[in-house]
């Protein structure tokens, strides 16, 4: 029984060079949008690079054939999550119930936009935009950094932001590897023509 749940819960089938490619364009798409992130932020002095990074890779697909349909979803949803969520705390204060509550409303309002699929995430910046940033340093008493909504909300979208724009270009990239610009006179292979109007 366990066996067969386990495997309701994987991934549909594939070889292992496709399992293989998937992850090193997920993880190069994540280490990308970090290192942007990082650089951005040290050069502006902003708080909340952790926050940016957090809700880029929320937002990335592993998938890029999914990347603009799903990632699309996600990136809408985020920035509903994280405009509710500051909204939320700056009428009620950032405490435990009004989040709940933004997260409420936030699960009640992606589905009536047809975001379903982006609810969790939405949820997720929620949580972001409205919990502290606590940063302990050495010492007899601890220091507390907090990060501002306003702040945080700015961190979530930029984040977003930044992640579509790194899946379009992994996605154009994607194309022009699997298909290279035909020079006149050329004829390509059936398979690839075919291939290149299904996607």
């Not at 040290?42 to 990074?53: D, F, H, N, R």
């Not at 059936?190 to 290149?196: G, I, L, Q, T, W």
Request: aromatic share 6%; hydrophobic share 50%.
């Amino acid at each position: 029984m366990i066996l067969e749940s386990l495997r309701k819960m994987q991934a549909p089938p594939r070889t292992a060079r496709a399992s293989l490619a998937q992850g090193s364009g997920f993880a190069a798409q994540a280490i990308l949008c970090a290192v942007i992130l990082r650089g951005v932020y040290e050069w502006s002095g902003a708080e909340g690079v952790g926050w940016a990074i957090v809700s880029a890779v929320l937002c990335l697909m592993p998938d890029l054939k999914q990347s603009w349909s799903m990632a699309s979803v996600r990136v809408v949803a985020n920035v509903i999550g994280a405009t509710v969520g500051f909204l939320v705390g700056a009428r009620y204060g950032l405490h435990f119930w009004p989040m709940m509550g933004a997260m409420a409303v936030v699960a009640l309002v992606c589905p009536l936009l047809r975001l379903d699929q982006g609810v969790r995430t939405a949820c997720v910046s929620v949580i972001i935009v409205m919990t502290t940033h606590l940063d302990v340093s050495g010492g007899s008493l601890p220091s507390v950094v907090a990060t501002t909504s306003r702040e945080r909300l700015i961190a979530v979208i930029a984040g977003c932001g930044l992640s579509m724009l790194v899946q379009g270009a992994f996605h154009l990239l994607r194309g022009v590897v699997r298909h290279p610009a035909v020079l006149p006179g050329k004829v390509l292979p059936r398979e690839v023509v075919s291939d290149h109007h299904d996607g």
